[in-house]
């Protein structure tokens, strides 16, 4: 298809003007590029659609949000379809409770916001030493978010009213102690149980089985023994690094940085400490409050200008700052920066260890400040930074350049899409190589080749069909990949000469499987028939805290009939071969200690009150006629 546009370029011009035009009149510009570029409707919810450019924001600030939080997660977990459809099943759960809220009418007071915001983490390291707000730093943290202060408390105020639909239904659940007594007893009943084991491994020597059914398995079970598709190709990546390399430096550029920079690279910056105390009074406190902290500081001031040594006793009884207060006002070193600005400005200002200012009026208050200690570092020379000058704007530039340098990248794979070669040699890159890869990333494996998103490009029909580059894939923050597939092989079924012995180890491990059940069905029939004659081993303890046995043969045991004990029961353990439990009898649950009892009956309770609120989110799903619209990813089966 790119070869027939790239030679009739005007002939399909013309078609697109006249295939477009008319939508344009009948919707408007506007409309139409709304239409495109929304996408389809991937969800609803109470007759309002989810459109796929709403999924893809919605797990982008996903995706983000964990890579903060753990910068070493694997990518491939977070671009994965099961991963992204995680995110359209929260997002759908956000409507349903946004349309509860709206429904419901569930109010948030000013109060309630007010209380919330002041136990937020997000701000809590914000405040000052009474407690309050930093708002210049507050609205700087906020816009590095791409937030207004009002766009955050609107986001909390919302949050709250949303953590009602379910909080309710949760804080009011109550599990009366008797019906918890009778679900933890049953959850934690033990039973005494002897096991007879029939296992699969020891009924392989009994195996033998013909050319004829190792042929017949092999037809049956195709899937079992496929080579999945594979290809070699040639990629190249752009990243801060490689941009990183094409930048020259001269000695007066380093020069510069250094001068605008010496606080930072010279040496570090100036630090100090300081003790304070403060007298507390709130900016829009009326004037006569003002003029008396004002006088009470000033009184403060005399005392410690007559006595410097007393500072700090004065200040465990003054000072109205409950952090620094009980440390004699203490501040411990602080850089630039760290201080509402007046504060800053006097410590700063001073010269000597022990000089004292005040008072000095900030939003706190009136503080009276004692210089205490300073550390001024030794400022390293020009050539004694010079390494690590260039490093720092090296990266610096880097960083400038490479949405340059991305543009270029991108344009050129497309636009010279039969080599990866001009973009190679534009940009200064390597071109790397890599021999069978396949569709879907590999355990272990790093960087590019872990990124679906690239690996589906390169399993594209362009990409093995045509061999052109794949579109620019961004596989990580400032880190772009294109590749090209140098050489294609299809999937398909090996030669049963080829895979003979591995049909030949699972027609073995299935008979024997088989042969062990039989055994086993046979044994417990004969035993049911005859109870005495029951081989079975030495009496054991089976319970669901006790991993010692499998699952299945632990399950079976507790559901056998009390009222029918003892009993004998079998059970399949599939590939492994068949055990038969004989349970003799009902073992009386251990008494835990007062806490561990305490604790079991919290996490019952805990779960229970899950258990409702879930609940109570289906019947909101079904009121809200919410309706995911995208088939949900299936587990991805293990490759042979």
Excluded: C
Aim: hydrophobic residues 40%; neutral net charge.
């Amino acid at each position: 298809m790119f070869d027939f546009v790239r030679k009739h370029t005007k002939w399909m011009q013309l078609v697109l003007f006249l295939l477009i035009v008319p939508s344009f009149v009948l919707f408007g510009l506007q409309g139409y590029n709304r239409m495109r570029e929304r996408g389809d409707a991937v969800a609803k919810v109470d007759g309002h659609e989810i459109n796929q450019q709403d999924w893809d924001e919605a797990h982008k600030r996903q995706v983000d949000r964990l890579r903060e939080q753990m910068p070493g997660i694997d990518a491939k977990l977070l671009d994965s379809p099961q991963a992204k459809y995680g995110t359209l099943e929260q997002l759908v759960r956000d409507r349903v409770l946004a349309a509860a809220v709206e429904h419901q009418h569930l109010l948030v007071a000013d109060q309630r916001l007010a209380r919330e915001l002041q136990t937020n983490e997000v701000i809590g390291a914000l405040r000052g030493p009474d407690g309050k707000l930093d708002l210049k730093r507050y609205e700087q943290l906020l816009a590095q978010r791409g937030m207004s202060p009002q766009m955050f408390e609107n986001q909390v105020r919302n949050d709250i009213a949303t953590r009602q639909v379910l909080g309710g239904v949760g804080q009011s659940s109550f599990t009366p102690p008797a019906q918890a007594a009778v679900a933890l007893g049953s959850y934690f009943e033990r039973r005494e149980a002897q096991i007879a084991r029939f296992n699969a491994a020891d009924f392989k020597a009994k195996v033998e089985p013909t050319d004829a059914e190792l042929q017949a398995f092999y037809k049956e079970n195709p899937q079992q023994f496929q080579s999945p598709e594979q290809a070699s190709i040639e990629y190249v990546v752009l990243d801060l690094a490689s941009v990183q390399k094409g930048i020259t430096l001269n000695e007066a550029d380093l020069k510069t940085y250094y001068e605008q920079n010496a606080g930072r690279v010279g040496g570090g910056p100036e630090e100090r400490r300081a003790s304070h105390i403060l007298i507390a009074v709130p900016q829009g406190a009326p004037q006569a409050d003002k003029d008396k902290a004002k006088a009470k500081a000033d009184e403060l001031l005399a005392q410690v200008k007559k006595n410097p040594d007393s500072f700090a006793e004065l200040a465990k009884k003054n000072s109205q700052d409950p952090g620094s207060a009980a440390n004699g006002g203490d501040l411990d070193f602080f850089q630039r920066g760290a201080m509402t600005k007046p504060f800053e400005d006097a410590v700063f200002g001073m010269k000597n260890k022990g000089e004292v200012a005040g008072p000095v009026q900030t939003e706190f208050g009136y503080h009276i400040i004692k210089l205490t200690d300073l550390k001024v570092p030794k400022q390293r020379t020009f050539e004694e930074v010079k390494p690590q000058l260039e490093e720092a704007l090296r990266k610096e530039q880097a960083q400038k350049k490479y949405a340059e340098a991305a543009e270029t990248f991108s344009n050129t794979v497309y636009e010279q899409s039969d080599s990866l070669k001009p973009v190679a040699d534009k940009l200064k890159l390597e071109v790397r190589t890599a021999p069978a890869v396949v569709r879907n990333p590999q355990p272990g494996t790093t960087g590019p080749l872990a990124n679906p998103k690239f690996l589906q490009a390169l399993f594209s029909p362009d990409a093995t069909e045509r061999k052109r580059n794949t579109e620019a894939v961004e596989f990580g923050p400032s880190q772009m990949v294109s590749g090209r597939v140098t050489q294609y092989s299809p999937a398909r079924t090996r030669p049963f000469e080829e895979v003979k012995a591995t049909v030949r180890e699972r027609v073995v491990a299935s008979k024997a499987a088989e042969l062990a059940r039989k055994e086993g069905e046979a044994r417990l029939a004969a035993w049911k028939a005859n109870p005495a004659s029951a081989q079975v081993g030495e009496a054991v303890t089976l319970s669901r805290t006790d991993a010692k046995q499998p699952p299945k043969v632990t399950e079976a045991a507790l559901r056998a009939d009390p009222a029918k004990l003892p009993a004998l029961v079998g059970v399949d353990l599939g590939a492994e071969g068949y055990a038969i439990v004989k349970v003799n009898k009902v073992l009386a649950r251990e008494t835990s200690p007062p806490q561990q009892a305490q604790q079991e009956l919290q996490q019952f309770t805990q779960a229970w009150a899950r258990d409702e609120a879930m609940a109570y989110y289906t019947v909101l799903k079904d009121r809200y006629k919410a309706e995911i619209l995208v088939a949900k990813p299936k587990a991805e089966a293990p490759t042979q």
